[in-house]
DNA sequence: ACATATAGTGGCTTACAGCCACTATTAAGT
DNA sequence: ACTTAATAGTGGCTGTAAGCCACTATATGT
């Protein structure tokens, strides 16, 4: 069915300030390992509400620029990390009459994973005062503004779920790497021990890495760096990492 | 940090229509099994924009009624169809200034689960036109409204990727069952034959159903009854069903 | 009683994760 | 030069849960 006369003359007459609709917002939790631990970006409100109050980074959608939702998720890490290319995933959205004190809200919730060699970059960017805290602290001792520590959790949920049955952590990691260093980043999120050959096999026989050619030297045996192969997405395994009990 | 003096000023003077703000709704997935197939709910739009055209059943937010998203979802469920307790998730949101002829549109989107004796009810609920169609056929050969094909296509690939390593099925039989019904709607979802002593095995290992000691009698050996048991939410395996090659 | 049909099981095979000890290769210390 | 420490990387067995398929069990219909 296309467009018939009564549909042109009904959306020419189409006012949106005529309906009460809810606040629309993206936030955002970008995480790197870092120190050993898994971090996530927060940020200190510089307006009202919640002046003052540590949050995670998002703000409204803009309707003149922003073309799509997964725009606005990526204008906004571009614009606290000055990250580009993220692995950048949906999480869900939350909406309530309560969680903003000005109007019923929504909230899309993302996280994104950026490797601990790209956050050099984030310094400059914005003069909002920004830091990374360890993920386990913000949600054992922090208190965020509005539901932010709700929906940090889902994040991380999701996060830690996912690194059971997928190649996820790859995107935490510099461009190349060991799979020691792999493996040590899996062990950060899932917060176990994996054991070394079991892991070793399920990288390489997933078949989405390649050897670089180089060697990464420290003060022991050199060990092999890898790629990651075609910058396809992300690897699912059939049945979840276990680790050693 | 509480409340200042400037938090309160702020919020007084603050008004949504100073904004633009995106139109924002929730659309759902309805499905259920029936006559052998994996259906989903239809809806003709009665009113502008795409009056005629088939669409998921959903609407904009009730900014004075809905405390919650969740409940908006179970609000629309309840008015097409008369079911009260679904199955229900959230799968993703949409957003984007050209999936809506009128405005910035959000959109978010739920699937809900509901079992083949609960669809009697939906008959006079509603004046509109509803029916149920095979999502194989919709996902084929029908246009639906706006973005609704590709909503529907992530709800579909949500579901039928989650029966791999879930127990999500049982939401779509009757409250009692056997198990080769339960097999037969894992098989319609997953488009392949299951093996069934390994599908008994592992349903019955979860520990998730139990006899209601009841048979279900037919023209052959009668089958035990089970039901769901504590009612609690759905089970992960931690392997996919793999089915015979 | 016997045929038919579906329910339900026994017991082997297969795939892949875990386990753990063994070998390999480097830098640093003497 | 040789030894030691340290981390990289592997061989080969064990364990778990899925697949396979033939077998038994229990009803109905004639």
Redesign the interface.
């Known amino acids: ?1 296309t467009q018939d006369n ?2 042109i003359e ?2 020419q007459n ?1 006012n ?2 005529d ?6 917002s993206v936030d955002m939790s970008i995480f790197t390992v870092r120190e050993g631990t898994l971090q996530v970006l927060l940020v200190k409100r510089a307006e ?6 540590w949050a995670l980074p998002g703000g ?2 803009d ?2 620029n ?4 997964d725009y ?1 998720a990526k204008r906004k890490l571009k614009e606290k990390t000055g990250v580009d290319t993220p692995y950048l995933e ?1 999480v ?7 969680r903003d ?4 809200s ?1 909230t ?1 919730a993302y996280f994104a994973l950026i490797n601990s060699s790209s956050i050099q970059l984030k310094k400059s960017v914005s003069s909002e005062e920004v830091v990374w805290v360890p993920v386990k602290e913000v949600v054992n001792n922090y208190s965020l503004a509005f539901d932010h520590q709700h929906i940090l959790n889902a994040c991380y949920q999701r996060l830690q779920g996912k690194v059971q049955y997928t190649s996820l952590p790859i995107h935490l990691v510099p461009d190349s790497f060991t799979l020691t260093e792999l493996q040590a980043t899996f062990e950060i999120i899932l917060e176990k021990k994996v054991e070394k050959k079991s892991f070793r096999r399920r990288i390489l026989d997933a078949n989405i890495i390649e050897e670089t050619g180089e060697m990464r030297v420290g003060s022991s045996r050199p060990a092999k760096l890898y790629r990651l192969k075609n910058d396809s997405s992300s690897h699912y395994f ?3 990492i ?1 680790g050693p009990r």
């Open positions: 069915m009564s549909e009904y959306l189409y949106v300030h309906y009460q609709v809810p606040l629309t009202h509400p919640a002046l003052g109050q409204f959608i309707i003149e922003d073309p799509t939702l606005t949906q869900a959205t939350f909406g309530s009459a309560t004190p000005r109007h019923w929504v899309v059939t049945r979840n276990e």
